[in-house]
């Protein structure tokens, strides 16, 4: 059975840092495409990093968070991390990890087959 339990979102003053975390069970993180996704209130969901399966490990990243947040899996754990850095109100949204279950990346909502139950995020100015 797929599970994604996400952890470590909280509020923090802008220019802070956080990192999320997303465990996974029942698959194997390392082989598939893997994604943070965030939701803000009144707004659609938004990709914010991808990473890869096999072959495919080049993240990638949102425009509006290049420079600042950095994606990586830990193999060895089967976590999926957000390190978020210099944090701005504009981040403040409820975040999700999510499993394409392929190893292409893509950005495409849809295209994610399993997700978690989010992780909020708040960021005061």
């Known amino acids: 059975q797929v599970q994604l339990v996400e952890s470590g979102g909280g509020s923090v003053q802008a220019g802070g840092s956080l990192r999320l975390s997303c465990a996974a069970s029942?698959?194997?993180?390392?082989?598939?495409?893997m994604g943070w996704f965030r939701q803000a209130a009144g707004k659609e969901r938004e990709g914010v990093a991808v990473?890869?399966?096999?072959?495919?490990?080049?993240?990638r990243y949102a425009d509006s968070v290049k420079g600042r947040f950095t994606i990586s899996k830990d193999s060895a754990e089967n976590i999926l991390y957000l390190q978020m850095n210099s944090l701005k109100p504009e981040d403040t949204a409820m975040y999700y990890c999510?499993?394409?279950?392929?190893?292409?990346?893509?950005?495409?909502?849809?295209?994610?087959?399993?997700w978690g139950q989010g992780t909020q995020v708040t960021v005061s100015s």
């Open positions: 999510a499993v394409k279950y392929s190893s292409y990346p893509s950005w495409n909502v849809a295209d994610f087959g399993g």
């Open positions: 029942g698959f194997i993180i390392s082989k598939y495409c």
């Open positions: 990473i890869g399966g096999y072959g495919y490990g080049t993240p």
